[in-house]
């Protein structure tokens, strides 16, 4: 008997690592398929490894499943959160792989999961692009897919289709392991209506041209704001576009790369910024932090006329939760009073465009590109080009800033608008509409991108209709997913009760 049972358990535990394992690895392929690394295939065949491992198992082994497999991509395609907050690293990788595990366990055990699973990937980027504290759509598996040909299904319904797309592809590869033809051809038939709709959907159209710089002033990486000299980014910045090639009709400075102590408007900082833009004869837009009060700041991008005159600003809605305000600071600030802001940053209430002679921009700074909103709120409102100021200096590693890249080339497709985006120490770049990086800086390198964009007009589908109707396909699939599967159960359970 102790023989049999310590056979048993060795079976179990040789078993349940087995599981372990396998439910890491799969995630492991989606983080491999993410920025920096990019290699898209990885992300279909992870998706493929989880279809397999939560095959005809029971909730709980499909809960562990998930999770397993949210550890696997979210913990390493994180892991530039460590030198934050290990703490929040830690409790931000537990609770979104956790949702993942509630994917595993709301997934229907037959072949119904090849209709459940895209629909519960969708309702989870859904839900961790928006929760807790506005979300965190990092290293998502948009950005792996950004390179794929159904990339441009962004256009239609946004990211989430694009989500329900790469998992609907992978399921094919399931559903074809297991020769189940009619499965294939269904999930081809619908993956395939997308791609063609998308090739035909409206993109917007040009009205004009335009010549735009990017100013990057460069200097090191992993550099946080307590422990850098506003003054000398400023002069980096002022050095830099020296490189400026005139004429031009605007030049574009990174997110906060002008930090002062007390209000914007009257300082010295801004008399240096109009004589720069009087001496280039273009419009500039500057990234600017300013005090507002002991307790609160404003980030924004100023707008200078090529006469010296500053015109407009516009401030930065979407805000980085414990970066550029403490939710909850009576109860967080005394258990982490070492690394979070002192002061909160004001919320902007405006339409993300500003007026320029240029035209009517859109601007979605740093943070903000993440957000298919932010870039929909810039283009409902009239943005011809988008401009992301952003400020990556402060980050360890290169996993953000590659992330931003890819984010920036999805919200390209989205808006069918050019983006140029600008950062102090890197990434800056130029994306095309069709989300092709034409021009990329390096990491800390001083330089000057500069080409000629256009600018456009027009909506597309997914800048129309926002999230919901995805968000609604995606529930009505599910539901239609678990009907299926009741209905196949429920003879069996007749007969059983029969008998």
Same mark, same amino acid.
């Given at each position: 008997?102790r023989?049999g049972?310590?056979?048993r358990?060795?079976g179990?535990?040789r078993a349940?690592g087995w599981r372990?394992?396998a439910?890491l $690895?799969s995630g492991?392929?989606?983080?491999l398929s993410?920025p920096?690394?990019?290699w898209w295939?990885?992300a279909?065949l992870?998706?493929?490894? %989880?279809?397999?491992?939560l095959? +005809?198992q029971?909730?709980?082994t499909?809960?562990w499943?998930?999770?397993?497999?949210?550890?696997?991509?979210?913990f390493?395609?994180?892991?530039?959160?460590v030198?934050?907050?290990?703490l929040g690293?830690f409790?931000?990788g537990?609770v979104f792989? $956790?949702?993942y595990?509630?994917v595993?366990?709301?997934c229907?055990p037959?072949n119904?999961?090849?209709?459940a699973? #895209?629909?519960l990937?969708?309702l989870a980027a859904?839900i961790?692009?928006?929760w807790p504290f506005?979300g965190?759509?990092?290293?998502?598996?948009?950005?792996?897919?950004v390179d794929?040909p159904?990339v441009s299904?962004?256009?239609?319904l946004g *990211?989430?289709?694009l &989500?329900?797309?790469?998992?609907?592809i992978a399921m094919m590869?399931?559903a074809?392991?297991? !020769?189940? =033809?009619q499965?294939?051809?269904v999930?081809?038939?619908?993956?395939?209506a997308f791609m063609? =709709?998308?090739a035909?959907?409206p993109?917007?159209?040009v009205?004009?041209k335009?010549d735009?710089?990017i100013?990057q $002033?460069?200097?090191?990486q !992993?550099t946080?704001a307590?422990?850098?000299?506003?003054a000398?980014?400023l002069?980096?910045h002022?050095?830099a576009?020296r490189?400026v090639q005139?004429?031009?009709?605007?030049?574009?400075?990174?997110e906060?790369v002008v930090?002062?102590?007390g209000?914007f408007?009257n300082?010295?900082?801004?008399?240096?910024?109009?004589a720069l833009?009087?001496e280039?004869?273009a419009?500039l837009?500057?990234?600017v932090?300013?005090?507002?009060?002991d307790?609160?700041?404003?980030n924004?991008?100023?707008?200078?006329?090529?006469?010296?005159?500053y015109s407009a600003?516009?401030?930065?809605?979407? %805000?980085? *939760?414990f970066?550029?305000y403490?939710p909850?600071?009576?109860l967080?600030e #005394?258990?982490a009073?070492?690394?979070?802001?002192? !002061?909160?940053?004001?919320?902007?209430?405006?339409p993300?465009?500003?007026?320029?002679?240029?035209g009517?921009?859109?601007?979605?700074?740093s943070w903000e590109i993440?957000f298919?909103?932010?870039?929909?709120d810039?283009?409902? +409102?009239?943005?011809s080009?988008l401009? +992301?100021?952003?400020n990556?200096?402060?980050y @360890? %590693?290169?996993?953000?800033q590659?992330?931003?890249?890819?984010s920036?080339r999805?919200?390209?497709i989205?808006?069918g608008? =050019?983006v140029?985006?600008?950062a102090p120490t890197g990434?800056?770049?130029?994306?095309?509409?069709?989300?092709e990086?034409l021009m !990329?800086?390096?990491?800390?390198?001083?330089?000057?991108?500069?080409?000629? &964009?256009?600018l456009?007009e027009g909506?597309?589908?997914a800048t129309r209709?926002g #999230?919901w109707?995805m968000i609604?396909?995606? %529930?009505a699939?599910?539901?239609a997913? @678990?009907?299926?599967? @009741?209905?196949?159960? =429920?003879?069996k359970s007749?007969?059983?009760s029969v008998?």
């Amino acid at each position: 008997m102790r023989s049999g049972a310590g056979t048993r358990l060795s079976g179990w535990v040789r078993a349940s690592g087995w599981r372990v394992a396998a439910s890491l $690895g799969s995630g492991g392929l989606v983080w491999l398929s993410v920025p920096p690394w990019g290699w898209w295939p990885l992300a279909l065949l992870g998706l493929l490894a %989880l279809e397999r491992l939560l095959a +005809n198992q029971t909730a709980k082994t499909r809960f562990w499943q998930g999770l397993g497999f949210g550890v696997g991509w979210l913990f390493p395609a994180t892991f530039w959160m460590v030198d934050f907050s290990p703490l929040g690293y830690f409790a931000a990788g537990i609770v979104f792989s $956790g949702l993942y595990g509630l994917v595993g366990a709301a997934c229907p055990p037959d072949n119904s999961r090849y209709m459940a699973l #895209p629909a519960l990937f969708v309702l989870a980027a859904a839900i961790r692009w928006r929760w807790p504290f506005g979300g965190v759509p990092l290293a998502t598996l948009p950005m792996s897919q950004v390179d794929t040909p159904w990339v441009s299904t962004v256009r239609l319904l946004g *990211p989430l289709l694009l &989500v329900g797309v790469c998992v609907a592809i992978a399921m094919m590869g399931a559903a074809a392991l297991e !020769r189940r =033809w009619q499965a294939v051809l269904v999930l081809g038939v619908v993956v395939g209506a997308f791609m063609g =709709w998308a090739a035909l959907a409206p993109r917007g159209s040009v009205t004009d041209k335009v010549d735009v710089a990017i100013v990057q $002033g460069g200097g090191p990486q !992993r550099t946080r704001a307590v422990d850098s000299n506003p003054a000398l980014v400023l002069q980096r910045h002022m050095e830099a576009s020296r490189l400026v090639q005139t004429p031009v009709d605007l030049v574009l400075w990174p997110e906060d790369v002008v930090d002062i102590e007390g209000r914007f408007y009257n300082s010295t900082q801004q008399q240096q910024l109009a004589a720069l833009a009087k001496e280039l004869d273009a419009t500039l837009i500057a990234g600017v932090v300013e005090d507002v009060s002991d307790t609160q700041g404003a980030n924004f991008a100023g707008v200078f006329l090529p006469d010296g005159t500053y015109s407009a600003r516009y401030d930065k809605v979407r %805000l980085v *939760p414990f970066g550029e305000y403490v939710p909850l600071r009576w109860l967080i600030e #005394p258990l982490a009073p070492d690394y979070l802001p002192k !002061r909160d940053m004001r919320k902007g209430q405006t339409p993300a465009v500003v007026d320029t002679p240029v035209g009517q921009l859109g601007v979605a700074i740093s943070w903000e590109i993440f957000f298919e909103d932010r870039a929909r709120d810039a283009i409902g +409102n009239g943005g011809s080009l988008l401009l +992301n100021p952003t400020n990556g200096s402060s980050y @360890w %590693l290169t996993i953000v800033q590659t992330q931003q890249i890819a984010s920036s080339r999805l919200r390209a497709i989205e808006t069918g608008r =050019w983006v140029a985006q600008a950062a102090p120490t890197g990434f800056s770049a130029f994306v095309n509409p069709d989300g092709e990086v034409l021009m !990329r800086t390096a990491v800390s390198e001083q330089k000057v991108i500069q080409t000629t &964009v256009e600018l456009r007009e027009g909506q597309t589908l997914a800048t129309r209709v926002g #999230p919901w109707p995805m968000i609604a396909l995606a %529930l009505a699939a599910l539901l239609a997913a @678990w009907l299926i599967a @009741w209905l196949r159960a =429920w003879p069996k359970s007749v007969k059983k009760s029969v008998e």
